[in-house]
């Protein structure tokens, strides 16, 4: 096991060894707890299933705690812990417990598919998870198990108004849209804000490992609002923040929002604040990049500080200005999302 990391980092200061050459300050880390899933959606998963990793190249949970130190400790002030399905991890909670009492870090938040969620909400919030969002990509319960592989709507509805009910505001919603499959939902998924704080986030459909990308699945996000206008002419753009994913809109009087997160058609690489650990210990510095370094063997080779902040600073260096483009992308091997990490 590593030892103690003593760097010391300001609060709320950002390590020049997390900056890039263009500027670029990473003080949002999502780190990747497990490769497997109860879901087998289709923009996740190859059809045939994925090899998942043997369980001793996983990060550990000491391993997952000292990464989430190390990168708090050089100014990052959120950390997501995503999948595969994160619930799966019998050691969540204390994962969660653990990081969550780092100082400097804000936010620790979760990505979930919501079927178990409601199950465990209240104790992973007294834990001290405080930002949620949850996956959920068609309100028809036939259409929910065609994309998901899986029966489970009425579940995942019911998680979706526990983290409501257990005080998570707003509780984001992350909908995958694909033509000829989901995209004639957006509407209802709008009347989902009406009464509820909740941001629904439609997401355009990219490429990665397995998944069968095609371009005309992809339903661009100018069409979305487009559509979407055309029932609720009202609607709104917000103001977003500064490394906002989503572009935000509003239904004047609705009590949640709506945002589109537009990496294929209008990227916001530019302002990209994220870094990426998988879950068998990877730094990934772009979601859709080839390049991996491997921090799990650092740790476990006893490697000393300043080699493995070389390491991290010769990884975020590398990041490139920006993705390759959707057509690009899909010529490029890169891993499914599972194995990345949503």
């Known amino acids: ?23 670029r300050k990473h003080n949002y880390l999502r780190i990747s707890l497990t490769e497997r899933c109860n879901f087998r959606c289709q923009y996740c998963m190859p059809e045939e299933g994925v090899t998942l990793s043997p369980k001793a190249n996983l990060l550990t949970t000491s391993e997952v705690i000292n990464i989430s130190s190390l990168f708090v400790r050089l100014g990052v002030t ?23 009492q780092l100082n400097g870090l804000h936010t620790v938040g979760m990505t979930t598919n919501g079927l178990v969620l409601y199950r465990q909400i209240k104790e992973l919030k007294d834990a001290g998870l405080n930002a949620l969002n949850i996956s959920l990509d068609s309100l028809i319960p036939a259409k929910f198990e065609f994309i998901a592989r899986i029966k489970g709507l009425n579940k995942v509805m019911k998680s979706i108004d526990a983290a409501l009910e257990g005080g998570f505001d707003p509780v984001k919603i992350n ?26 986030r439609f997401i355009e459909y990219s490429p990665f490992g397995g998944n069968n990308w095609k371009d005309n699945k992809m339903v661009p ?21 500064p490394n906002d994913t989503s572009k935000a809109y509003k ?14 058609t209008e990227n916001f690489c530019g302002s990209c604040n994220r870094l990426r ?3 068998d210990g990877n730094l990934k510095v772009c979601l859709f990049g080839t390049e991996e370094i ?20 010769s990884a975020v260096l590398s990041k490139k200005k920006q993705h390759a483009g959707m057509f690009n992308l899909s010529k490029m091997k890169n891993r499914p999302m599972i194995l990345i990490g949503g």
């Open 277 to 279: 650990i998988t879950a």
């Open 294 to 313: 491997s921090l799990r063997d650092a740790l476990r080779q006893n490697m000393s500080e300043d080699a493995v902040l070389n390491m991290i600073s």
């Open 221 to 241: 996000y100018i069409e979305m609002v487009t559509k979407i206008k055309a029932e609720f002419p009202e609607l709104q753009r917000l103001k977003d923040l």
């Open 1 to 23: 096991m590593m030892r103690a990391f003593k760097q010391k980092i300001k609060d709320q200061e950002v390590s020049p060894c997390l900056v890039d050459t263009f500027g």
């Open 175 to 200: 909908c995958v849209v694909m033509k000829g499959i989901n995209d004639d939902e957006l509407v209802p998924f709008v009347k989902l804000t009406e009464h509820k704080n909740l941001d629904v």
């Open 251 to 264: 239904v004047p009087g609705f009590k949640g929002q709506i945002g589109f997160i537009t990496s294929m």
């Open 78 to 100: 959120k950390i997501r812990f995503t999948g595969g399905e994160p619930l799966i991890r019998k050691d969540l909670k204390d994962i969660i417990k653990s990081v969550s």
